[in-house]
């Protein structure tokens, strides 16, 4: 048996009918909040906001994305950021999305089937990369930095610059104006951060930063390429 919902554009000569789509999205919106607020009861530290992220954060975190880029997503929750990056045209075979609560994987299954989730911690992500067909090209994640240690943030920094693809970028939103990586942690890795965008309806008002290696941190490892390939007797010698 089939539960009908009412609205004023459903009810038809009396009768109860199926909800249309405006309904169904509205329905399945408040759902997920539903979900995502119930996770945050359950694990406030874990899940780091009582509300999922809107739309208008999801735009921002896929900056750049196009069809044919690879993408790890970490901390997919109710999947408005994994929606997002389908949005921008990526394969469901080239994207990965580690989540650690099991109720959200359960909901984000349901939600993207074909989508490869897997209930691990983003911190073992260079574990998991594997599963796609090649290094990754972005690094999506929604994690609650914030609440991170210094020592957790250093893993998750080096296992992320670990396996992305030479010119990859790890994008991480933040409800602080700063980037919540440290700033030695990126210099460790020859890394930067620079603001993507801010989204000021969201709630909480959210900003977006693109963590990638700078050119010197790419030239340093040029440089130690080309002196591993001399000592080979592979490289041009100087003079
Ligand atoms: C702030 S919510 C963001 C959810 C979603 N991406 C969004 O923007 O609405 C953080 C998510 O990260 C997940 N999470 C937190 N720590 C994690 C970890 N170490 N590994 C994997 N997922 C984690 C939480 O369960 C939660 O779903």
Redesign the pocket.
Known sequence: MRLAVCNSSSINGGLLSEPDDKTRRRLSSWYQHGKFFF?WLRNPR????LL??GAA?GKLLVTGVRPGARVIE?????G??TQAILDAGVDRDDLIV????AS?VKFLRRRFPGVKIIQ????ELDVYADELSGPPDFVIS???LLLFTNEEKKRLVDNIFSVLAPRGRFHQFSYVARCTVPREQLRAVGARASLIGVAPFNVPPCFVFRLRKSAAGTHKELSVLRSSLRKLGLGRRAG
């Open positions: 996770g874990e899940v780091g906001a999922p992220s954060v970490l901390g997919g929750g109710t408005t950021v580690l989540e650690k609560d959200f691990a911690d983003a911190l929604g994690l609650p």
